[in-house]
């Protein structure tokens, strides 16, 4: 990959972390704010405990997100950005493009998700 792609996903990435990294912080406040401020009455537990999961398992996405993207921005500073790590064949220009946070060619993502489901 040259130079000027390198530093193209560079900034895409760059970008994304600070949307990511954005996007936590409201959450962190927004669990914060809804665990200490407003007292709820019993109808609304319920609803609160499963909006609360739902807060939390985005955030655990956006946590996975963000180790996808450091890892990425490291893979360019080591020159492996565009080799899947699992087979070390070339990832396709536009995968990365569609997904610049990706260590894995097509063939290699699918196996991991696979197994994640057993
Ligand atoms: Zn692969």
Do not use: W
């Not at 990294?21 to 914060?32: P, W």
């Not at 405990?49 to 893979?75: G, N, P």
């Not at 492996?80 to 097509?106: G, M, N």
């Amino acid at each position: 990959m040259d130079e000027e792609k390198k530093a193209q996903f560079q900034a895409e990435l760059l970008r994304l972390r600070k949307e990511v990294t954005e996007a936590l912080a409201r959450k962190t406040q927004d669990v914060h704010g809804r665990a200490g401020g407003e007292a709820l009455d019993e109808a609304d537990m319920g609803n609160a405990t499963l909006s609360m999961e739902l807060e939390l398992s985005s955030r655990r996405m956006l946590l996975e997100t963000l180790e996808m993207i450091d890892k990425a921005l490291r893979r360019i500073e080591t020159g492996t950005y565009d080799t899947c790590e699992i087979c070390r064949r070339k990832i396709p220009l536009e995968r990365l493009q569609a997904i610049p946070y990706t260590s894995y060619c097509v063939e290699c993502q699918a196996k991991q998700e696979a197994q994640r489901k057993k």
